[in-house]
């Protein structure tokens, strides 16, 4: 489609009105900035989880409920209603080790912020370069890719998760020594970075591959601009928006699959706060006690309701056809 | 193009005689005003305001105006097919005397497609791609013909395909399988099926080539006047409305400019936009190379020294015997299909200096030849000299000198700008790469360059879209200065542009060219702005060259039965 | 077409060979010791040596891969712990030690329940999803639009895991108003199967269908803005006719897709869907493969997997050439 | 603590043996097995099972509840009857449990008139034979070793096996059948558990034209109650009335219900729902080998018509402990003080509390013979930090830190980080090692283990302590076998000596005389005698936990209606 002005055609018309920005944009829209209130509160209860904790007096290690008696059962479960529910105790105790609820949640958005943000970065990383070097290169490159994504796309990806995590723990942990706690978050991020690149690099490709048929890139090859140039400052630059939402995305999609593997037994480990462990246990003894898996699954649903509408907003903000081009 | 069509005043005479006080209009428009809301929640769009006209039957009303004027909003109200949500629709619309505006949808169901029909721009996108074309013509008859049984209703459709010049052996294609021309009298057919009262066409030949555009023009004439149905042509082509019309209605900014025969708006237009509007025009008449019209300025004070280009001693460009094939698409392994051949055999010659005009319908190889030469494109065969050297496998050095040497200015404003660079970047990478100069010369240069296409130097560190299409173009066009080449390919550098800003355009292009000495290669498929431009003209059909000469004996006197034809497309 | 066709099924065994490749070298090269696990804790050294010379792991891991080609095309026979050999017939995919029988045997016992599974929880999630998909786009901007919407994100937002618990509990346990998800044979009792699938369709429908919801969605509200279905209004077709007809024609091609992917995905086993509901599917078959260190087992259900993977995305991509003359006809 | 659940897992509590007399007598070795009270015939028993058993070949089978299922279809030369929760060794096949002479290294087995195949051809002391003889063969090491190792007299299975390498090889010398009837040992040591061995389900006859090899671990030929008539592996198993088998023959079994059906596959917790509900067949089923899962312990203590369908029991002769390798931690002050750390009440609070076991004091179970309960060091069930600590002053040289290998499942890490806790109040650094759980056992038992701390459950192989101290803490055995890797060659000695001892009272007698001197070096840590928690439906009679084989029996049950 041809791109037409609405400015009658002087030579130094009247400027439309300055791009008022994604950020502002997404202020502006009332669910976007809820949410974005959201991630930021959830991103600084993270940061600030030892503030808190200290603030609130309780840590997420100690194990409470067995220490001091009348708290917990002989069984383990919270002897007072609603999973142990109390000034001191304000989301209740953990049943069996009797931890405190409330800082181990604290705790547990570090742990999935940490996992998830850094598997966001890699996979982006990774997409874009692959992404943008396979689309503009073209050619041989670009089929060998096409197969190999096919092929990764193929492979069943949680059954791979849950069989690779153990072979890659065992393979970079002397099985003597004691595995250190970044190593289990090293494993996880490896794992997820292994498969979550693959959507965005794909459609990278498909992106560039149209943009390189772009009259600017071409002008900018006409003028001899290196593939560097073309690929950094003429390609790179269009797809941002692109990674961005991505990105966005991702964050909630690997906190959700993080909490899936936890749940399935190859996650993180003890003592590390985790919410899908603690959804684990929840379930176990959910009809005992079950406050103890309603904290952690409604955590993780705002959270990563929170993410997805800021992801959304996100993606209202920058689409071209929102606005921005005419 | 062309303006004065013999004989439209005639016809209009006699329309008005026959028909229009006979009986009450057709179509009668009264203070409409048309405005959509912004989804963000800003200020609501208006898009027409207070626009008022009558359609007698058998009468055909051009709607002229530029690009979002509100042309195509006007057609869509009259049909109620707006988004009652997002649009407000006021003021009055009487289609045969029945009230469109604020009509329930259900009584307007019969209106669509049986009064009034409508014929769209691109009849690719308005078909739908997934049924025959004769279904989706039966279905037109069935939905206004209750009752009507499926054979009875193929029956007409392959009719009325026959009626178009669309064989009935062909019902059943899709779309797609047919040539754009074909589409359009798919729709202009469709559109007849239940003889309307009334023929909507927005921009119905817009994206047709010349040729193509005529036939479909003249079909619909003959088609309106043998049903006797009104028409109003939506289009911001003059030279369309000239040949069409029997009045014509010029319209900016949502808001009427001004009102009249087509005939007497042409000769003698009341208001200064119109007077620019037709000014901006270029006719088949116009003296070459002359400062053309635009709205700003209706009477251009500047002149351009007559050109003349003698026989160099040395080409600047030779190009002998080329030809570029596409590979065709893979099927199996080992199986593909017949490649393309986009140029074949094609010989060019361009002096120093030289303004070369390539022209040739869609899919010619205008542009395949046009990126060759910039070396985008690698050649199957042939020779392609650059002042003497063979740039088809160039060493480093000769990309080098040719990247530097040879420039481009594209169709599209928007597109050949990175709409993520500001223009300051977008003029700073020929500078880094083809100047020494440092930072700060390279941004004091950028100005320069902006102020000598008529920009400002303020501008720089703006981003394309907050620039109008004229603007863009002329960033286009500096960015192709930056390195002062001696050859700027121009691919269709005016097409996109709105009638006047296409004459800024071509004001500034000669005004460059006379200053700094430049050849040009200027493809177009618009033979009335390469006669204004060009010094000399090559035409190529299906990817041959079939005429190359001087200008003025290719439009006195072309030799191909091919040029005969385009040339007559024009007329 | 034909050609289409036959590019794509070359494509596809491409793919899977690769898939076996790789999941062959993958499990194969990890640390457990399949001849150990499958001899039991109290063998020797000597005894395990025996063990992996039975089983063919002393071969070189080309040799191994090899035989295991050769055995899914035409079956072969294995050694058995014991030195006594069993046939196992074509398609061969291996043999379990861990379960004393042929790793196809074993995936076919656990096919049905998956299939039941997917097959149920397809229908819901696109009566669901394509349903509120499509009333959003009609209301698109209205109160019904936006409350869809966040009932869809929340949907999405919902993990299986949670929300299994949750409903299981509210549904089966605390009231009884479900049955308990179980597995029975459909020709054994239908409204048993169905009874005791219910919760499990509906969950993994629900939770799968947001993305659905919002692809048609999307999808509809662009084609709703193509010319050719303001043509079709144009003609005097009512507006529900009109996206019946033409919208819904024209965004089908991504959800066909989406629905041959999504199929894809689920057939190769809902893990956590069949651990939550115990139901004894190929996912649940494969993840305790992945516990037992069954190494044939696991890349059976690996291949099996990637087997309706490559298949429902190829028969996606053909129905949407079907769909679409502009494929088909080229 | 209290004890919740049914009356069942009071039993656990009991601190004598469950076992009344230790052998029967000829009489009480007659059939017919003893009424259940208020039993009756007919209907299917569902029997769910969320694995497989791994094996039915009974020569593989070595596992407590495949053990007790197969009394269903198989017999031995002797069995246990039990009677009010009161096991007696008493003849099966044989009309007694055995002969001895020769101060032991003779045994002498009878067959009893009429006892059949479920063809109705009569067992031979052949069959008894062969099925003996294939405990050597290949593929037959993932039974018990004692048949090939006392027959030879070899110390070591491998070394047993190249003396008879199985039925291919030919004849077993060391087995006389002089008849159809009689089955005479020859052990060129004495032997005084003789009699518990012929109870194993690798001491069934095995009728060598039946003998299918590997397709007989799938569908072994009966010779009990029951038979298999369909077997579709990991999904079900349906057994009948096997109209051979004379109730007259056998003194244990009974025949009540018309079928047992068997369903495999389905997860632990769902079929525990199904049982407690009482719908789809759940109120006719029981399981096999599943545990009341832990979702459910508060419905089974709150609701009194659940908690009615929980059977307890304890778990066999299984003793759990906490392992120390010996050789890493070799100072005696500093077990002790671990012993005084050890936060057992804790641990056992993370796993369900008291209903998963009692507290233990002893290395052997209180299943065994004679067993007498005692404590040498008694210490506060929540450990008792101070103590540990000035007992850890006594040490030559504190530990650094301990390293704890556990089960990476979330049972096993929530125990570490009690135990991390626990032991760090005591000043006794200890770092946790998660290990997969299927590798578990092989990397904690592999020479050179780098872990100085790890649990363990474990049972002696039948109820006398004959398999307990003479194995597991024979400082002459490996790794595997001696997981404490405990070195006292003054137990070695007695080891050697009371292993000379024929008669099985009087061998154990001097055996718990023994774990007591081990104990003072403090090698292990018990920490519980497990219980069982299992279901049984609303209309299932007469289940009980097995004393000696830890697992519903199936063998006793009926459908009330
Ligand atoms: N659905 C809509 N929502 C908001 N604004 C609209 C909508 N349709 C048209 N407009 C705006 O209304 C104005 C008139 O548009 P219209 O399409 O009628 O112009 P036009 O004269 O047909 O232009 P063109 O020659 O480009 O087709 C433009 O500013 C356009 O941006
Ligand atoms: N990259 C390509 N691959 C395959 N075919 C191509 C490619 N580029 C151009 N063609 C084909 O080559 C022929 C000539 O194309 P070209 O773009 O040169 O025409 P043109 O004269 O510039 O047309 P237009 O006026 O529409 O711009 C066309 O048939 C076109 O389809
Ligand atoms: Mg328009
Ligand atoms: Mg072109």
């Known amino acids: 489609m041809a791109v037409v002005d609405t400015v009658p055609g002087t030579a130094a018309g009247p400027v439309p009105a300055a791009d008022p920005g994604p950020l502002r944009r997404i202020l502006r829209d009332r669910v976007g900035a809820s949410a974005l209130a959201v991630v930021v509160l959830f991103l600084l209860l993270a940061l600030g989880a030892p503030l808190v904790a200290a603030l609130y007096g309780k840590n997420p290690v100690d194990h409470y409920g067995q220490n001091a008696p009348g708290l917990l059962s002989d069984s383990g479960l919270p002897m007072l209603p609603n999973g142990g529910i109390s000034g001191d105790f304000w989301f209740g105790l953990e049943p069996g080790l009797g931890r405190d609820v409330f800082t181990q949640l604290l705790y547990g958005i570090r742990t999935s912020l940490l996992i998830a943000f850094a598997a966001a970065v890699v996979t982006t990383t990774l997409g874009v370069l692959v992404g943008v070097a396979v689309g503009y290169l073209g050619g041989i490159t670009d089929r060998l890719f096409g197969f190999l994504a096919n092929v990764l796309l193929a492979f069943p990806t949680l059954l791979l998760l849950l069989a690779l995590s153990p072979v890659i723990q065992s393979r970079l942990v002397d099985p003597g020594t004691a595995e250190p706690e970044w190593m289990q978050f090293l494993v996880l991020i490896l794992v997820f970075s292994a498969f979550g690149w693959i959507p965005l690099a794909l459609s990278l490709r498909a992106t560039v591959r149209s943009l390189r048929e772009r009259d600017f890139v071409q002008s ?19 797809v941002r928006s692109q990674l961005l939402v991505h990105a966005t995305m991702a964050v909630p999609t690997f906190v959700a699959s993080e909490a899936a593997l936890s749940f399935l037994g190859v996650g993180v480990t003890e003592p590390v706060p985790d919410w899908g462990r603690m959804i684990a246990r929840g379930s176990e003894v959910f009809q005992a006690d079950p406050t103890y898996m309603v904290f952690p699954g409604v955590a993780l649903l705002l959270f990563v309701i929170a993410f997805n509408l800021l992801g959304d907003a996100v993606r209202d903000a920058l689409d071209p056809r929102a606005g921005t081009a005419r | 193009m062309n303006s004065t069509v013999p004989g439209a005043g005639v016809r209009t005479a006699e329309v008005e005689s026959t028909a229009a006080e006979t009986v009450g209009p057709v179509l009668s428009v009264r203070d409409l005003t048309v405005s959509f809301a912004d989804p963000r929640g800003g200020a609501p769009v208006t898009a027409v305001q207070g626009l008022s006209f009558d359609l007698s039957p058998g009468e055909v009303l051009g709607l002229v105006g530029e690009s979002g004027s509100g042309k195509s909003t006007v057609g869509l109200a009259v049909l109620g097919l707006h988004d009652p949500r997002t649009t407000t629709v006021t003021g009055s619309i009487r289609l045969d005397g029945q009230e469109v505006v604020g009509t329930e949808e259900s009584a307007l169901r019969g209106v669509r497609g049986g009064k009034a029909a409508l014929v769209f721009q691109d009849a690719l996108t308005s078909l739908s791609p997934f049924h025959g074309v004769g279904a989706q013509l039966a279905e037109m008859y069935r939905l206004h013909h209750p009752g009507t049984g499926r054979a009875e209703a193929g029956r007409r459709a392959a009719e009325m395909l026959d009626r178009v010049g669309i064989p009935t052996a062909r019902t059943r294609d899709y779309p797609h399988q047919f040539s754009g021309g074909m589409r359009q009298r798919v729709m202009i057919a469709m559109a007849l099926m239940n003889d309307p009262r009334l023929l909507i066409a927005d921009e119905p030949t817009t994206a047709l080539d010349a040729r193509v555009q005529r036939q479909v023009l003249d079909l619909l004439g003959e088609l309106q006047r043998e049903h006797g149905t009104a028409v109003l042509l939506v289009s911001h082509d003059l030279g369309v409305v000239a040949g069409t019309t029997d009045r014509t209605l010029v319209l900016r900014g949502g808001v009427e400019v001004e009102s009249a025969p087509t ?27 002359t400062a053309l019209p635009t709205v700003d300025e209706p009477a251009p004070s500047r002149t351009f020294r007559p050109r003349t280009v003698e026989r160099p001693e040395r080409w600047l460009v030779e190009v002998d015997d080329l030809s570029v094939r596409f590979p065709g698409r893979r099927r199996f392994p080992g199986l593909r299909a017949e490649p393309v051949r986009a140029v074949e055999g094609v010989g060019l010659r361009i002096a120093p200096g030289e303004t070369l005009g390539l022209v040739g319908e869609s899919g010619s190889g205008k542009s395949t030849t046009s990126r060759v030469l910039a070396g985008l494109q690698r050649p199957t ?35 050949s700008l990175n709409p993520r660079r500001t223009v300051a970047q977008t003029l700073d990478t020929p500078l880094r790469l083809h100047t020494p100069l440092d930072r700060a010369e390279r941004r004091e240069r950028s100005a320069e360059l902006l102020e000598q296409v008529g920009l400002e130097a303020r501008h720089l560190d703006r981003y394309p879209h907050e620039f109008s299409g004229g603007q863009r173009q002329r960033i286009g066009i500096a960015r192709a200065l930056a390195p002062q080449p001696r050859l700027i390919i121009a691919d269709e550098p005016v097409s996109a542009l709105d009638v006047s800003v296409q004459a800024q355009v071509l004001n500034l292009l000669m005004e460059l060219r006379e200053r700094l000495g430049v050849a040009f290669l200027f493809v177009s498929h618009d033979l009335a702005v390469v006669r204004h431009f060009c010094d000399r003209v090559a035409v190529m059909h299906r990817g041959r060259l079939v005429e190359s000469t001087d200008r003025d004996q290719l439009f006195a006197a072309p030799h191909t039965e091919y040029t005969r034809e385009l040339l007559a497309a024009v007329h | 077409m034909l050609s289409f066709v036959l590019r794509r099924t070359a494509q596809a065994l491409a793919v899977l060979v690769a898939v076996s490749a790789a999941a062959f070298a993958l499990f194969y090269a990890a640390p457990a010791d399949p001849a150990r696990a499958a ?51 074509a398609p061969c995919l291996g043999y379990s030690y861990r379960l004393h029988q042929p790793v196809s045997e074993a995936l076919a016992d656990h096919l049905p329940v998956t299939l039941s599974l997917t097959a149920g929880a397809l229908a819901v999630l696109l009566v669901f999803g394509l349903g509120t998909g499509f009333v959003s786009a009609l209301r698109h901007g209205r109160r019904t639009d936006r409350l869809l919407s966040g009932f869809t994100l929340v949907g999405a937002s919902l993990q299986i895991y949670f929300l299994g618990y949750v409903a299981q509990w509210l549904l089966v346990y605390s009231t009884g108003l479900l049955p308990l998800p179980s597995y029975t044979p459909p020709a054994d009792d239908l409204a048993a199967w169905a009874g005791g699938m219910l919760l499990p369709w509906f969950v993994l429908g629900f939770v799968n269908s947001a993305v659905f919801a919002r692809l048609s969605r999307s999808q509809l509200l662009e084609t709703m803005n193509e010319e050719y279905v303001r043509t079709a209004r144009g003609k005097g077709l009512g507006r529900l006719r009109a996206h019946l007809k033409y919208t819904s024609r024209g965004a089908a091609g991504p959800l066909v897709q989406l629905i041959g992917l999504e199929a894809g995905v689920l057939l190769g086993g809902a893990v956590i869907t069949e651990t939550v509901f115990g139901l004894n599917g190929v996912g649940r078959f494969a993840a305790e493969a992945v516990a037992g260190q069954d190494l044939p087992a696991v890349v059976g259900a690996v291949l099996l997997a990637a087997c309706f993977m490559v298949l429902f995305v190829a028969l996606a991509d053909l129905a949407v050439a079907w769909l679409d003359p502009r494929v088909r006809l080229n | 603590g209290s004890t919740t659940g049914s009356g069942g897992a009071g039993a656990s509590a009991k601190e004598t043996s469950p076992l009344t007399a230790v052998l029967g007598s000829e009489q009480e070795s007659a059939g017919p097995a003893p009424a259940v009270p208020g039993a009756r015939a007919g209907g299917t028993v569902n029997v769910y099972n969320s694995v497989e058993f791994r094996h039915l070949d009974p020569q593989k089978v070595y596992a407590g509840a495949t053990y007790n299922a197969s009394l269903l279809w198989g017999r031995q030369l002797t069995q246990y009857q039990v009677v009010d929760g009161k096991a007696k060794l008493v003849g099966d096949l044989a009309t007694d449990t055995g002969t001895p002479a020769d101060g032991g290294r003779t045994w002498t087995y009878k067959l009893k008139q009429g006892v059949a195949w479920e063809d109705g051809q009569p067992i031979t002391a052949q069959d008894v034979k062969y099925g003996i003889e294939r405990t050597f063969g290949k593929g037959y090491e993932v039974g018990p070793p004692y048949w090939p190792q006392w027959l030879t007299g070899e110390a070591g299975y491998e070394a047993a096996r190249t003396k008879y390498a199985g039925p291919q090889a030919g004849d077993l010398d060391a087995i006389e059948t002089p008849d159809e009837r009689t089955i005479v040992f020859h052990f060129p040591q004495p032997q005084a558990d003789v009699p518990y061995m012929a109870a194993q389900s690798s001491s069934s006859p095995v009728r060598r034209d039946k003998d299918t090899g590997t397709d007989y671990d799938r569908l072994p030929f009966a010779t009990g109650p029951y038979k298999i008539v369909e077997h579709v592996q990991n999904t079900r198993m349906v057994l009948e009335r096997n109209p051979a088998w004379k109730p007259e023959t056998d003194p244990i079994r009974s025949q009540y219900p018309e079928k047992f059906v068997f369903t495999y596959g389905k997860e632990a917790l769902n079929l525990n729902q199904e049982i407690l509900s009482g719908r789809d067949g759940g109120a006719n089923a029981t399981t096999a080998a599943d545990t009341l899962s832990a979702e459910l312990y508060q419905t089974t203590d709150t609701d009194p018509k659940a908690k009615e369908l929980v059977v307890s029991g304890r778990q066999g002769a299984f003793v759990t402990q906490l392992m120390i390798n010996n050789q890493r931690v070799s100072d005696v002050e500093v077990r002790k003080a671990l012993h005084l750390a050890y936060p057992r009440q804790q641990a056992r609070q993370v796993q369900g509390g008291a209903r998963t076991g009692e507290l233990a004091t002893t290395l052997s179970s209180p299943a065994l013979i004679d067993w007498q309960k005692y404590d040498l060091y008694p210490v506060k069930p929540e450990g008792d930090p101070e103590a540990a600590k000035a007992q850890l002053a006594k040490a030559k040289q504190a530990p650094g830190s301990l390293t704890y290998a556990y089960r990476n499942t979330p049972t096993g890490q929530r125990v ?10 005591a000043g006794i650094t200890v770092v946790p090692k998660p290990i997969d759980p299927k590798a578990f056992l092989d990397e904690v038992h592999r020479d050179g283990a780098p872990y100085d701390l790890f649990e363990e459950t474990s049972s002696v192989d039948w109820p006398t302590p004959s398999t307990l101290i003479p194995f597991s803490f024979d400082g002459r055995a490996g790794s595997d076998i001696n997981s404490a890797l405990y070195r006292n060659p003054e137990v070695d000695k007695e080891i050697d000596r009371i292993n000379q001892i024929g008669e099985p009272r009087a061998k154990a007698k001097e055996l718990y005389a023994l774990e007591q001197t081990v104990m003072k070096d403090m090698p292990v840590l018990p920490f519980a005698y497990p219980t069982v928690n299992q279901l049984r439906g609303s209309n299932v009679g007469g289940a009980f936990i097995h004393p000696i084989y830890g697992t519903v029996s199936l063998a006793w049950l009926y459908l009330k209606s």
């Open chain 3, 39 to 89: 001899c039991g804790p109290r063998c020797d050294s000597g005894q395990v040596a025996a063990v992996r010379q039975s089983m063919g792991l002393d071969q070189p891991l080309l040799t191994q891969y090899t035989d295991y080609l050769a055995g899914v095309v035409a079956g072969r026979d294995i050694g058995d712990v014991d030195g006594s050999t069993i046939h196992c017939d």
């Open chain 2, 381 to 415: 065969g042939g020779r392609v000299l650059y002042d003497g050297q063979d740039v088809t496998r160039p060493d480093r050095e000769l990309r080098k000198r040719l990247s530097r040497e040879i420039q481009l200015v594209f169709q599209d404003p928007y597109a």
């Open chain 1, 220 to 238: 900018a090859r006409a003028q001899g601009a290196s593939r560097f140039h073309v690929v950094v400052h003429e390609l790179l630059p269009n």
């Open chain 2, 263 to 289: 005939a007497e708006l042409l000769a003698a237009p009341r208001e200064p936009y119109t007077r620019a509007l037709v000014g901006a025009a270029l006719r088949l008449d116009s003296v070459p190379g």
């Open chain 4, 416 to 425: 570490a980080q009690v135990l991390v806790e626990g032991f760090g109040k």
